[in-house]
């Protein structure tokens, strides 16, 4: 069994920030990419970044200069720096981890039970 545990989300002021972390734990052969999703109310679930093995990062557009993605591959966390955060910011926030089990098994996306996050006054 794989578990994604996210912690860090809540409510914020806009211009406020934000850390969001999310830990990979199980049974874990290796990890490739980590990530953070989120999905605001009657949306479909977004990217908002990912970063592979090697530190290569990935941002929605609407993200880039504010948000800052990192891991620590020795402890399988992946983290999420939310500063500068807007209103439009407010939506649920998933991790996803793209792992294998074990040597033989494929690669597949497990997901984390997701994070509230709020922006508001």
């Known amino acids: 069994q794989v578990q994604l545990v996210e912690s860090g989300g809540g409510l914020v002021q806009p211009g406020g920030s934000l850390r969001l972390s999310c830990a990979a734990s199980?049974?874990?052969?290796?990890?490739?990419?980590m990530g953070w999703y989120h999905q605001a109310p009657g949306k479909q679930r977004e990217l908002v970044a990912t970063?592979?093995?090697?530190?290569?990062?990935n941002y929605a557009d609407s993200v880039k200069g504010r948000f800052t993605i990192s891991r620590d591959n020795a402890k399988n966390t992946v983290y999420l720096q939310m500063n500068s955060l807007k209103p439009e910011d407010t939506a649920v926030y998933y991790c996803n981890a793209e792992l294998r089990t074990r040597s033989s098994a494929p690669a597949r996306n497990y997901w984390g039970q997701g994070t509230q996050v709020t922006v508001s006054s």
């Open positions: 970063i592979t093995s090697g530190g290569t990062t």
């Open positions: 199980g049974n874990i052969f290796s990890i490739y990419a």
